[in-house]
């Protein structure tokens, strides 16, 4: 699930400055969360020796939080921080965290009897670098995007354009990332693999912090005097913001060793939410007004099925990678985290041709309702997991199965992807009523974290 | 091995009958954004 966002060529228009700083930034930080989350489920299953399933739960709840992390960091941003600071401050956490995960201690012991002996020091190091790690995404990710569209006007015809660059920064680096640190983590170690993220998202800090007079005061905060004015205990508001983010990294080292308490949170705010858009369709909306919104709600539920079915990449499939796939390439074995860079690989040459098509079909009429797009990616979905499932059935007398099915269900993945992530937060808040629009993409986003940890609860 | 292909066969046959379905009902669904493309 890197960025699938289809926009025409970037064509050869003179762009601000600060988009190559925003693209080297994001590029470096997707680069280390797609190394370091190709590595994480061998890490969990080989290193801490946890048993498939407790190990894709815990994928499962860190993915989700990954997912809705940014949404309250985006929030701050827009309030208090503005997006430079906060950008700032999430990749230090993420420096942190990243490099925290290179600490991995001594590997688990099994003794004869079933029992698992872990590091306990070791294993809080790795829970607390994965709060580092979810809390700088909250504080980045979104923010990073929307300085991208603050460096230009609006009606600029530059900006779709600057958008498609940025976008593929961020599979550059998440192509990247798969290949440098999966190779790294599984061949030399995992702490080289996760040193390698960290020394990633390092040049990603060192880039933004350079490269900050380039933005020309486009992502500053909204009120400087107000952020800095002293509210409780001689802080400014400012450093509070900061604290808070800081007390939010151990209230998630906590949550995330307790999974189940994470999907029951989500379980409990989806009901919740899914019940007050359907009341407040039928009874505070026009007909037009419900009809959209129930259109929007049916399209958000399609999508949790969808990511939480090819959500199974870097959980059910990483691992059937490793041990089902014959995975010499050119009489080398690759290491499975490898094949992690096949969504970003497929994305990079396939969304300009998906962009054609569309724009293609659009101009004789015939371009799909974006329902039908969600149709057919959720099928493209399907048609990958039975190709890989005929895949399997091939397998020879060391149980492994031919490379190619493998890259198949990638390739079938990806072009689900194009059919559905470009269009699907766009259309769902086009379709919401004005007035509850920020909170439908907010139930966008809680229906993509649901969809991940629903990932790691299937696999 | 065995369960693999069980499981990846009845999640694609799942996928794909929701796709379908979710292609069936595509113009339904297009009346009902009333213009919103």
Partial sequence: ?459 | MATYIDVYSNVGLLAVGVGVFVGIIAPLLKKRMHGIH
């Avoid at chain 1, 991995?104 to 020091?121: H, L, R, T, V």
């Avoid at chain 1, 379709?431 to 629009?437: D, I, P, Q, Y």
């Fill in chain 1, 1 to 459: 699930m890197a960025e699938a966002s289809v926009v025409v060529s970037a064509g050869a228009m003179k762009h601000p400055r600060g988009l190559y700083i925003l693209f080297m930034t994001e590029m470096w930080e997707r680069f280390s969360y797609y190394g370091m989350r190709g590595l994480l489920v061998f890490y969990l299953t080989q290193h801490f020796l946890f048993g498939d399933q407790k190990a894709f739960l815990i994928y499962g709840a860190y993915t989700a939080l990954v997912y809705l992390a940014p949404v309250i960091g985006g929030l701050l941003a827009d309030q208090y921080l503005g997006s430079r600071k906060a950008v700032t401050f999430g990749a230090i956490l993420l420096v942190l965290g990243h490099f925290g995960m290179a600490f991995e201690g001594p590997g688990a012991i099994a003794d004869g009897n079933g029992s698992i002996q872990q590091s306990d020091f070791y294993l809080q190091i790795f829970y607390l670098s994965l709060a580092l790690i979810i809390t700088g995404v909250g504080f980045l990710k979104a923010n990073i995007s929307t300085i991208v569209g603050a460096l230009y006007e609006q009606g600029d015809v530059r900006r779709d354009s600057g958008f498609t660059i940025f976008y593929m920064g961020i599979n550059l680096g998440a192509f990247l990332g798969a290949l440098l640190a999966g190779w790294l983590g599984q061949t030399f170690g995992w702490s080289w693999g996760f040193g390698a993220a960290g020394v990633g998202m390092l040049f990603g800090l060192m880039v933004f912090r350079l490269g900050q007079p380039l933005l020309e005061g486009h992502a500053e905060p909204p009120d400087l005097k107000h952020l800095s004015e002293k509210v409780f205990a001689g802080l400014s508001r400012e450093m509070i913001v900061y604290l808070g983010g800081i007390a939010a990294i151990f209230v998630i080292w906590k949550m995330i060793q307790y999974q189940e308490f994470v999907g029951r949170l989500l379980d409990g705010f989806s009901i919740i939410t899914l019940t007050g858009v359907l009341v407040f369709s039928f009874f505070r909306c026009t007909k037009e007004e419900r009809d959209r919104m129930l259109v929007a709600t049916i399209l958000i539920i399609f999508s949790v099925l969808f990511w939480a079915l090819f959500e199974q990449a870097g959980s059910s499939l990483n691992v059937l990678a490793d041990r089902n796939i014959d995975r010499h390439v050119f009489g080398w074995e690759a290491p499975a985290s490898m094949f992690q860079s096949l969504n970003s690989f497929f994305i990079i040459t396939l969304a300009p041709l998906f962009s054609i098509l569309w724009i293609r079909l659009g101009s004789t009429g015939r371009e799909p309702s974006t329902p039908l797009k969600f149709g057919i990616g959720i099928g493209l979905l399907g048609l990958g997991f039975l190709a890989l499932a005929f895949g399997l059935g091939q397998a020879g007398d060391d149980g492994r199965a031919p490379l190619i099915w493998l890259v198949l269900i990638y390739l079938l993945h990806t072009m689900g992807e194009l059919c559905l992530s470009p269009v699907g937060l766009s259309m769902v808040t086009k379709l919401s009523v004005m007035r509850v629009v920020g909170f439908m993409m907010g139930v966008w986003f809680l229906a993509s974290a649901y969809a991940n940890f629903v990932a790691g609860r299937i696999a």
